[in-house]
Nanobody
């Protein structure tokens, strides 16, 4: 599975961004997908996951209500819509995939940088 994340950038607090992650190398509809982020000096943090059928496992309270994950199986792409961005959302955002839905994520994209200025 190859994953290519895009859509990051530098924005001001309160702005929105939509990240995309395109997958190849495996039937997309059979993949569970997830988004993570890692800020400098911090551990990688789970944001959200989405099942084959589009059921989303939401993130923790820090992003709940602001971030929304979705998938388009026809485009082999998952999205992370991020609204009301805060400086503490600054991180490298990674998409991940897994073929065994009850197992861990085993494939990772290269990451896309999101920087939110105050």
């Amino acid at each position: 599975v190859q994953l290519q994340a895009s859509g990051g950038g530098l924005v001001q607090a309160g702005a929105s961004l939509r990240l995309s992650c395109a997958a190849s190398g495996h039937p997309f509809s059979r993949l569970g997908m997830g988004w993570y982020r890692q800020a400098p000096g911090k551990e990688r943090e789970f944001i959200a996951g989405i099942s084959r059928s589009g059921v989303v496992t939401p993130a923790d309270d820090s992003v709940s209500g602001r971030f929304t994950m979705s998938r388009d199986n026809a485009k082999r792409t998952v999205y992370l819509q991020m609204n009301s961005l805060k400086p503490e959302d600054t991180a490298v955002y990674y998409c991940a995939a897994k073929t065994i839905l009850t197992g861990p994520y085993t494939h990772w994209g290269q990451g896309t940088q999101v920087t939110v200025s105050s």
